[in-house]
């Protein structure tokens, strides 16, 4: 196996297989997790169906209100009883 020296000054090595692939390991969790953990930014709606409308329509609604941070939504799930 080749090794990759560390470029930071520290001496450290990365292992590098005979695919000159990096030796490593990693976990990964849905984006929303680190939107939540760096930087406090990511939220979560759970809601029951809502009757708001007077022919007995669903609606749920979201609004953006901030000017310099773009909402983006990963995953909307719908329940049909």
């Known amino acids: 196996m ?4 560390d470029g930071t000054g520290n001496g450290y090595m990365a292992g590098v297989n005979s695919f000159n692939r ?6 990964s969790s ?10 406090g930014a990511a939220f979560g709606i759970t809601t ?6 007077t022919t007995g329509g669903k609606i ?3 609004k953006n209100n901030s000017s310099t ?3 983006a939504i990963a995953d909307v ?3 049909k009883r």
């Open 48 to 53: 029951p169906q809502l009757t708001v409308t």
């Open 22 to 27: 990096l030796d490593v390991s990693a976990s």
């Open 69 to 71: 941070q773009n909402m």
């Open 30 to 39: 849905p984006r929303v997790y680190y939107e939540s953990r760096d930087r």
């Open 2 to 5: 080749s090794e990759i020296k």
């Open 77 to 79: 799930r719908v329940e």
């Open 60 to 62: 749920l609604y979201i």
